[in-house]
């Protein structure tokens, strides 16, 4: 389940994907080609503004992991930079982005880690403006139906996870995501019942260590 719970962040540092991803077959990536993506420059911008102008998202989640066991949990975004998930019991993750580094904490382990947001390639979204095509290259755009699905990866390291954006139309708006991991595994998240444009206090995007509490 843990490795499902970093996997959905797409963290490649982490050692528990880079483990599997040594003996598992890696997705096979090929982004859109030049043309392709002038084609498809209307639908690309219309995403690019769209989640460029997100100041804040407060949502419920649900999460589906490849085994297809359930989380759920509390999904924060103030951009640029900030990001929480918030897990609910029994699942022990915590994960808070303040800027430029992410970090994991495990409740039932008390274990911190700290990763990059860069090297995650769901902290795109936590950027000041969002360009698509250059280090998030676009694999695959589909619309059907009124949703819209943009599929991504990073650049440099194309194998190592994919990220498809599902999004309603009219208005546009983000509901879902689906993450194809460096070993093929597939995790989805919903959006549930999000809320966008609320305030949100930079406190809760500070992490404070539970281990020092228990110390004094």
């Known amino acids: 389940m843990k490795h499902y719970l970093i996997s959905f962040l797409l ?10 991803a040594d003996t598992a077959p890696k997705a096979d990536v090929v982004f859109l080609s030049k043309a392709e993506m ?23 989640f649900t999460q589906v ?8 949990g509390k999904f924060f975004l103030k951009r640029p930079g900030k990001m929480r998930w918030q897990y609910n019991p029994p ?28 090297s995650t390639l769901i902290g795109f979204l936590a950027k ?7 280090d998030i290259g676009v694999t695959e755009i589909s619309n059907t139906a009124s949703v819209l699905r943009i599929t991504l990866a990073q650049r440099e390291k194309p194998t190592e996870g994919q990220l498809m954006l599902e999004l309603t139309e009219n208005p546009l708006t983000l509901r879902n995501m689906v993450i ?3 070993t093929n595994q597939i995790t989805s998240v919903s959006l549930n019942d999000a809320k966008f444009g609320l305030p949100l206090e930079d406190s809760l995007f500070v992490f404070r260590d539970p281990r020092q ?4």
Do not use: F, W
């Not at 963290?11 to 599997?20: D, E, F, H, L, Y």
């Not at 992991?65 to 759920?72: I, K, N």
């Not at 000041?128 to 250059?134: A, D, V």
């Not at 509490?213 to 004094?216: D, G, I, P, Q, S």
């Open 128 to 134: 000041q403006k969002i360009t698509l095509g250059e």
């Open 65 to 72: 992991a490849p085994d297809g066991s359930l989380t759920s």
């Open 91 to 118: 699942t022990p993750i915590l994960m808070v982005s303040n800027g430029s580094m992410l970090v994991y904490y495990d409740y039932e382990l008390e274990q911190v880690s700290h990763v990059s947001l860069d």
């Open 11 to 20: 963290i490649c540092a982490a050692s528990s994907v880079a483990a599997a």
């Open 213 to 216: 509490n228990r110390k004094r």
């Open 180 to 182: 194809r991991d460096a």
């Open 38 to 60: 002038e084609k498809q420059k209307a639908t690309i911008q219309k995403v690019e503004n769209y989640l460029t102008n997100l100041t804040t998202v407060v949502s419920d």
